[in-house]
Nanobody, 118 residues
């Protein structure tokens, strides 16, 4: 079955960096676009970065553009999010997923908490 395991979150100071990792299994990873989402306290979960199945195209939400970089390793079935110049408003639980899996199964992993202190 589909499994998504996020890791790499933690507590970081303003301006710091973190690299999130997501291990995927149970589906044809290279055939699926993948996205990172985040959910801040009291807010809806929102997509912030996406990458095509072959890694050839990436998209970013405006608030993270220029600071975050999404990448993937199809040989390892992993997707990554490099986060630089972190701000307190980046504090959230971060999730990876495939938009197709969200639409069909509405399955989510446990996420990884990122907290940015000022």
């Amino acid at each position: 079955q589909v499994q998504l395991v996020e890791s790499g979150g933690g507590l970081v100071q303003l301006g710091g960096s973190l690299r999130l990792s997501c291990a995927a299994s149970g589906f044809t990873f290279s055939g699926h676009a993948m996205s990172w989402y985040r959910q801040a306290p009291g807010k809806e979960r929102e997509p912030i970065a996406g990458i095509r199945g072959d890694g050839g195209r990436t998209t970013y939400e405006d608030s993270v553009k220029g600071r975050f970089t999404i990448s993937r390793d199809n040989a390892k079935n992993r997707v990554y999010l490099q986060m630089n110049s972190l701000k307190p408003e980046d504090t959230a639980v971060y999730y990876c997923n495939s938009p197709a899996i969200v639409n069909i199964y509405n399955y989510w992993g446990q996420g990884t908490q990122v907290t940015v202190s000022s």
